[in-house]
């Protein structure tokens, strides 16, 4: 078993930043895809922002340019740099852990998910 415990949400105006942190623990974080998922009041949960191993990154449309995903494969923490944020940007964001590494942007593929971080971005 994969842990995930994510850190960082809050309360932040529009046009400013966050960073969330999600701490792998439990067994090795090597090989793993990583991966941030959100979901708004009322809707779906959508994907955000994926990392391979290898460091390969991939963004919606909705955050490219904006957000940055990074891995420190060292302290097995995945990161996501969120800027310019908007009132839509708000959700509760879920890190996940992919072994499979194929699909990024799809939420099955994933294997482990964790609790969830609120960031609400006020107008």
């Known amino acids: 078993q994969l842990q995930l415990v994510e850190s960082g949400g809050g309360l932040v105006q529009a046009g400013g930043s966050l960073r969330l942190s999600c701490a792998a623990s439990?067994?090795?974080?090597?090989?793993?895809?990583m991966g941030w998922f959100r979901q708004a009041p009322g809707k779906e949960r959508e994907f955000v922002a994926a990392?391979?191993?290898?460091?390969?990154?991939y963004y919606s449309d909705s955050v490219k340019g904006r957000f940055t995903i990074s891995r420190d494969n060292a302290e097995n923490t995945v990161y996501l740099q969120m800027s310019s944020l908007k009132p839509e940007d708000t959700a509760v964001y879920y890190c996940?852990?992919?072994?499979?590494?194929?699909?990024?942007?799809?939420?099955?593929?994933?294997?482990?998910w964790g609790q969830g971080t609120q960031v609400t971005v006020s107008s």
């Open positions: 996940a852990a992919d072994a499979g590494g194929w699909n990024l942007a799809v939420e099955k593929e994933y294997d482990y």
């Open positions: 439990g067994r090795t974080f090597s090989g793993y895809a």
């Open positions: 990392i391979r191993w290898s460091g390969d990154t």
